[in-house]
């Protein structure tokens, strides 16, 4: 065989690759979204409720499924304050790498976190809000927590954040018990702190479009939409989503819907 014929052969396969390659391009550049995805309370990254999701959105954006705080391993290992800080940090480096729209979302407390996000960081692109769960105000009045975020307030007064306090705590029901520097409870269990939904949502430092999911099975469900969702600054892609599911399963039965979405704010 001469050169030139495999010369021409190996041009062509070049050629081909290179067409293949810009033919994958514009599914590569449809995905300049990303999602961080947060689990709920005692959760985990590799939550149940949140893998068909998080599949599907992947077919959009890239998606971060984040081990957070709150976790079953993690204990409250940090205020929600600095929790917040880390997400933003995440955020300024999707935008660095040309992500053009960075979403946060999340499930449960997830969905608490991605409201006090907006409040308290406020550089979102959108806010997903799945099962929204974490009421410390309602934990407070009920007189399960009102004792220990005394306590905390005071430790944190008198120059004492890294105080250890014990505390039980509630989730959907369940209760389990923690041992919480003061600092680092208050942050989460303040009535009138980040964790108040109805709070941040009021709080948004911008106009952001926002997703509210909640199932017809969910506690929070006969709260309504004045809950905290009529609180958020106002948007034409703001949606108020009802499925039929429970608290756990919201979020895989809204899957498709709340990937509709995400497109139409792409738009």
């Given at each position: ?45 590799k939550?149940?409720y ?10 959009t ?9 709150w976790?079953?391993?993690r ?33 449960s ?16 692109d ?19 927590t009102?004792?220990v ?18 505390m039980t ?11 919480i520097r ?9 009535p009138?702190g ?9 709080e948004?430092?911008r ?5 509210w999911?909640i199932g ?15 609180k958020v ?15 756990a ?5 809204a ?13």
């Amino acid at each position: 065989m001469t050169q030139e014929p495999r010369f021409k052969r190996h041009l062509l396969q070049a050629t081909l690759l290179l067409v293949l390659g810009v033919a994958w391009l514009p599914s590569q550049a449809a995905q300049d979204c990303a999602v961080i995805l947060m689990h709920g309370k005692w959760g985990g990254p590799k939550s149940p409720y949140l893998k068909v999701l998080a599949d599907k959105i992947a077919n959009t954006c890239k998606v971060e499924l984040r081990d957070m705080p709150w976790s079953r391993i993690r204990n409250y290992d940090q205020t929600y304050e600095n929790a917040l800080k880390d997400m933003g940090q995440a955020v300024q480096r999707y935008r660095a790498e040309g992500y053009k729209k960075v979403f946060i979302a999340g499930q449960s407390f997830g969905a608490n976190a991605g409201l006090a996000y907006q409040a308290y960081i406020g550089d979102a692109d959108g806010v997903i809000a799945l099962s929204p769960g974490h009421a410390p105000n309602y934990m407070y009045s009920s007189g399960l927590t009102q004792q220990v975020v005394n306590e905390a307030k005071r430790a944190v007064a008198s120059g004492k954040p890294d105080a250890n306090i014990s505390m039980t705590d509630l989730n959907q029901g369940q209760r389990k018990d923690f041992q919480i520097r003061a600092d680092v409870l208050l942050s989460y269990f303040d009535p009138d702190g980040l964790g108040n939904m109805a709070r941040t949502a009021a709080e948004f430092k911008r106009p952001t479009p926002f997703l509210w999911v909640i199932g017809t099975h969910d506690t929070l469900y006969r709260e309504g939409r004045g809950y905290a969702f009529d609180k958020v600054p106002k948007l034409p892609t703001n949606k108020y989503v009802v499925v039929n599911a429970t608290h756990a399963t919201a979020p895989e039965v809204a899957s498709d819907q709340v990937v509709e979405w995400i497109k139409e704010v792409l738009r």
